[in-house]
């Protein structure tokens, strides 16, 4: 030991330096290491980017909480069976070419809904789902969004979009208009289609020329 050090600072010292070790492991294994191995990763050719009402519902969706209860990451048969439950296939780094942030999700108190736009393209049945889930799914958990719609007297304006409600939810000359950001929601909920092919086709192995030669006449 120095003479200018006591045992505490050296302690210090040892402290500091392990912590700064351990960082160091964390962020190569952690950033650098998946950012090195999917830099490359191009988005699959049925993967169309957001519109930019497609990212105003996203912002949507990220603001009134859906990833607290919803992921976006189907799993592989040998994980879990959202095969099976029609979440579709697992997913690929390329299906979040144009996700910033991701919205991956760790809780599943709702289904996966990187499929939801394929499970359910109605426009309609969506809007009314926010308006009042049990409606369209007995014994959901889901809250209602009722704050997303305005609720009045008398006909829609023009250019509105009234939720069509089913028999015995709508009260009599009344209307239920759903808001420009509940439109935006509904559209990126509908952009959430990943049923194209993960991987490109292989093409048609060439005929070797042995068989090529059997052929010929």
Not at 81 to 97: E, H, K, L, N
């Amino acid at each position: 030991m120095s003479a200018g050090k006591s045992v505490g600072e050296m302690d210090e010292l040892r402290l500091i330096s392990g912590a700064m070790v351990i960082l160091s492991g964390a962020t190569a294994l952690l950033v650098v290491m998946p950012y090195m191995l999917l830099e490359n990763v191009k988005p699959p050719a049925g993967l169309k980017p957001y519109t930019t009402e497609q990212l105003a519902g996203r912002q949507s969706y990220i603001a009134n909480g859906c990833v607290y209860c919803h992921s976006q990451q189907p799993r592989d048969i040998k994980q879990a069976p959202d095969a099976t439950r029609g979440w579709g296939r697992a997913s690929v780094a390329g299906d979040y070419a144009y996700d910033t942030p991701h919205l991956l999700g760790t809780m599943r108190t709702g289904p996966d809904l990187l499929n939801i736009g394929a499970r359910q393209p109605s426009k309609d049945w969506h809007l009314g789902h926010l308006y009042q889930p049990r409606a369209y799914t007995p014994g959901s958990i889901m809250p209602s969004y009722p704050y997303m719609f305005e609720v009045r007297q008398g006909a829609a304006r023009p250019g509105e979009t009234v939720v069509n409600l089913p028999p015995g939810l709508a009260k009599p000359n009344e209307v239920v208009v759903a808001k420009p950001e509940t439109l935006a929601l509904v559209n990126y909920l509908l952009s959430l289609d990943r049923t194209y092919p993960a991987l490109a086709p292989l093409p048609a192995p060439a005929a070797s020329a042995s068989a090529t030669a059997k052929e010929r006449p």
